[in-house]
């Protein structure tokens, strides 16, 4: 047994039956290194990853080579979702060093945490131009050994090279029209007419992107933002990387067709796509939007939702096939024959024809992934469904694939906001208690005294590891996006609280950028700092629209003035990689639109004229607009002061730029108001 067995990471706890003599990340382990005058071996990885669990039953579970590692090293194994800080670093350093990245990530450090040979996945024997990894091991100990000045040199210079890599901000002002118009022409030139989506293959859900396009369309009225938005996501709901009988995305597709996904499932992607496709309903009406933004909710509820009310992490991309072998997507993928065997023939012919199932196979072994590819004729909807029901329940028959229940803060964040909303715009109050429920959670488990975040708990305990920036802002964006839904302050002035330790933990009081750790969390090599979204926001455009957000509720001037000056970052990069800062490009939508603030008052929240007005404001489509509602004079949000009924009647307030419309007692007058 090594350190693992108490670890509340179920990817470490993976690893605590190896031979591998695993160390959790610390100090701990570094002074050992030290005393033994060893290298480092830092594993980073996740319990959703493939390659991850392929290269730990190849290497970490070989015995000779456990024994080579104990004896030459120590070894230290991270969840990146539990220290994406550690993450950031050293995966910075291997992208500069080699030119790409991925995860198992393998670093070699010094004893003192400096990085000197790099890589991700080492195959146990030679192959297609990879050393095996003993053989990496062994000549990493060689010029250990040997060459001790020539690692150490190069470790350092590492170090300084990766210190120098400041960000720069362009002159930090705000992004304008012609930031956003040049980035929307950027990505048009990136766009995938046929397919959808944007590059080449691998294809990931581009959620960010899509908010940002939608904000656009909303604000400036421009259908080729909206036109993209719109086929963009019938053709990824129509893929494989939809989950057509139980709902939900996997992580990405390997083709650029949306055929075969990458089967795991993140709560991150979920709780993204799930917004995006509610707000593309709340645009378009798009009956596929509504259905797959509710059944990407009920797969979050249903599938992820742990005992403690919180969203777990992920769901795998193996499970057993039934032979006892771990194989990726057999969960998910079906042949003529298994159709056959549960449908009978004259269904399971309608079966293939619908979802797209052939004899030669979408994925391996002739089994296909199940789509719903576009084909001229009609079905009968009342068979199709059918049809799904009973393929679902023969499929939870099947292994299930395992679950990484350790609750991430920020992640959680992000599904509260999605089912708020969700459950809001399609009357589903389960909807909006289960975000309840999480926030809940969040507020008991993960906040302390001080509303210091921890950033992951598991089985209602919760971790050693602090919050990093894009917790504080997730969540913040959560519990704004409950207080516009639910009405209950109390939600506004957590979010309050988070977005200040924003302000005075993570900002640079100089040129206010934003940094990923905060000034008094570990010290690692470097202070990482990343503005870019990939597979979600960034803490740093994740903030701003947070803090955006805030100040638009309360008026507070040095939250509008941090959104700001965040938001020049947007400036430079929105023009030039306008696929990696689609949050931001959305909080810039924002705030050239105001954003808006809304209050509604009314003589009680179950007034039906009351929750009429609400309604209408939380399906307005402008960007960013907020919502307050509440009795006249309540304290519960600031927006509802000096706000009267008029007339005796439920009314609405718009402002927006310190300048407001005559309120308004008609929904339909608000609606127009709000409409973008």
């Known amino acids: 047994m090594n350190r693992l067995a108490g670890v509340t990471s179920p990817y470490l706890l993976q690893h605590a039956d190896n031979p591998v003599d695993w160390w959790p990340w610390g100090p701990a382990a570094f002074e050992e290194a030290k005393r033994r005058d060893v290298p480092v071996l830092l594993s980073v990885g996740y319990s959703a990853c493939h390659w991850c669990h392929v290269m730990a039953h190849e290497s970490f579970e070989d015995r000779e080579t456990a024994e080579y590692l104990n004896a030459h090293y120590v070894s230290v194994k991270v969840d990146r979702e539990e220290r994406p800080d550690v993450d950031a670093v050293y995966m910075e350093a291997v992208q500069a060093a080699t030119g790409q990245g991925g995860w198992p990530m393998t670093v070699f450090l010094t004893p003192d945490a400096e990085p000197f040979y790099f890589g991700t996945y080492f195959p146990p024997a030679p192959r297609q131009g990879m050393p095996s990894f003993r053989q990496v091991l062994q000549g990493v100990h060689q010029a250990w050994d040997e060459r001790r000045d020539e690692v150490t040199e190069v470790a350092g210079k590492i170090v300084r090279d990766l210190a120098g890599r400041e960000i720069s901000f362009g002159d930090a002002s705000t992004p304008g029209e012609e930031e956003l118009a040049q980035a929307l022409l950027g990505l048009t030139r990136e766009y995938d007419p046929q397919r959808g989506g944007f590059g080449g293959a691998p294809k990931f859900p581009p959620s960010m992107v899509l908010e940002f396009l939608l904000r656009h369309h909303a604000r400036t009225g421009a259908e080729g933002a909206l036109q993209m938005a719109r086929d963009t996501c019938e053709r990824m709901a129509r893929g494989g990387m939809y989950d057509q009988l139980g709902g939900g995305f996997a992580r990405y597709s390997v083709d650029r067709d949306w055929v075969v996904p990458h089967f795991e499932k993140m709560l991150y992607d979920n709780a993204l796509l799930c917004r995006v496709y509610a707000h593309l309903w709340r645009s378009t009406g798009s009956e596929l939007a509504r259905r797959v933004a509710l059944e990407t909710a009920d797969f979050m509820v249903r599938e992820l939702r742990t005992n403690e009310g919180g969203f777990a992490s992920a769901l795998d991309a193996d499970s057993d096939d039934g032979t006892g072998r771990h194989v990726e997507g057999a969960y998910y993928v079906w042949t003529p024959r298994q159709l056959r065997e549960v449908l009978g023939e004259q269904d399971a012919d309608l079966a293939a024809q619908v979802f797209g199932v052939t004899e030669e196979g979408t994925f391996e072994k002739g089994a296909s992934v199940l789509q719903l590819p576009v084909r001229d004729g009609v079905f009968d909807a009342e068979k199709v469904a059918s049809i799904r029901e009973r393929l679902l329940a023969e499929r939870s028959r099947r292994p299930a694939p395992g679950r990484d229940d350790k609750v991430v803060a920020a992640w959680n964040g992000l ?49 050693a590891n602090a919050g990093v920036l894009e917790d504080y802002a997730d969540v913040a964006e959560g519990f704004l996006a409950l207080a516009s839904v639910t009405g209950e302050g109390v939600w506004l002035e957590f979010a309050g609280f988070l977005l200040d330790h924003v302000l005075v933990r993570f900002t640079d009081p100089a040129s206010g950028a934003l940094y990923d750790t905060a000034a008094d969390a570990e010290q ?20 701003a629209n947070a803090l955006l957000g805030y100040a638009a509720h309360t008026g507070s001037e040095p939250h509008r003035a941090a959104a700001e000056r965040a938001l020049g970052v947007v400036k430079a990069l929105g023009p030039r990689v306008p696929r990696f800062i689609g949050w931001g490009l959305a909080a810039a939508e924002a705030l050239l639109d105001g954003p808006r603030e809304v209050a509604i008052v009314g003589p009680a929240l179950d007034d039906e004229g009351t929750r009429a007005l609400h309604r209408t404001a939380l399906l307005g489509t402008a960007p960013g607009a907020v919502v307050a509602v509440g009795v006249p004079e309540s304290e519960e949000f600031p927006l509802l002061a000096d706000r009267p009924l008029v007339g005796g009647e439920p009314a609405a307030y718009v402002c927006r730029n310190f300048t407001c419309d005559a309120p308004t007692t008609e929904p339909d007058r608000l609606s127009t108001v709000l409409s973008g």
């Open 415 to 463: 599904a509260i906001a999605a089912l708020a909303e969700t459950g809001a715009y399609f009357d589903r109050p389960d909807l909006v208690e289960a975000a309840v429920a999480a926030a809940d959670l969040l507020v008991r488990l993960h906040l302390d005294e001080q509303a210091r975040l921890t950033r992951t708990s598991k089985d209602g305990h919760a971790g």
């Open 524 to 543: 690692l090599i470097r202070r990482p700092q990343d503005p870019t979204d990939n597979a979600a926001p960034s803490g740093w455009t994740a903030a």
